[in-house]
């Protein structure tokens, strides 16, 4: 089945570690994108890849980091720069040429 | 910068009947997308409809319909014959249209209405 996965499901991390965060799609999309959902929020973006090996920042890119090696993947490094790291992270793709993204299941990650 | 409002943080309707929610967006652009999204309790976000800025023609999904207010900057969700599995928060998102660059393809949301559908 085609589609975007992302893991893990709940993720929990001490204060002051990175974390990465996986997101993979074998829809054959080239652009990928993180965003990042707090309570009574919508969502907001964190970094957009168009093409492998680019990536730009969105509105809220300090103390997160991406790589794009591989079509396919678009991991999210939550850094110990990131001062309020506990929300919910959804991973979204979109085809080359259409103006919709399709969404991934999503990552809560919960800084203790 | 653009932004969308959306102005109902909650929304109840009885199975079978039909509810409407609002969004607007500020935008000083001629050419745009906008979307709703829905958000069921499993968290992954569901593309319900799309409209594009240059369509007269409100856009229909089955049950699902938009009336866009060009001039008003609105752009409201009506869901006929409410069904329980409709029960989600509902995003509305915009997205500027123009010369081709990954910036043109951002998303903006709403914060969203959660929409709750009784028996």
């Known amino acids: 089945d085609g589609g975007i996965t992302q893991s893990p499901k709940y993720l929990f991390r001490k204060e002051g570690q990175n974390v990465t965060l996986s997101c993979e799609q074998n829809l054959n999309h080239d652009a990928m994108y993180w965003y990042r959902q707090d309570p009574g929020q919508g969502l907001r973006l964190i970094y957009y890849?168009?093409?492998?090996?680019?990536?730009q920042k969105g509105d809220i890119a300090e103390g997160y980091s991406v790589s794009r090696e591989k079509k396919e993947s678009f991991p999210l490094t939550v850094t110990s720069a990131q001062k309020n790291p506990t929300a919910f992270y959804l991973c979204a793709s979109r085809r080359g040429g259409s103006d919709t993204q399709y969404f991934g299941p999503g990552t809560r990650l919960t800084v203790l | 910068a653009q932004t969308v409002t959306q102005s109902q943080p909650e929304m109840s309707v009885q199975e079978a009947e039909t509810v409407t929610l609002s969004c607007t967006y500020d935008?000083?652009?001629?050419?745009?997308?906008l979307f709703w999204y829905k958000q069921p309790p499993s968290r992954q976000m569901i593309l319900v409809i799309r409209q594009e800025a240059y369509k007269q023609q409100n856009a229909t999904e089955n049950r699902f319909s938009v009336n866009f207010q060009k001039a008003a900057k609105s752009f409201s969700l009506k869901i006929s014959d409410s069904q329980l599995g409709d029960a989600a928060m509902y995003f509305c998102a915009y997205r500027r249209l123009g010369q081709s660059g990954g910036s043109n393809y951002k998303l903006t949301f709403g914060k969203g209405t959660l929409l709750t559908v009784n028996p």
């Open positions: 890849s168009q093409i492998v090996n680019d990536f």
């Open positions: 935008t000083s652009e001629s050419d745009y997308y």
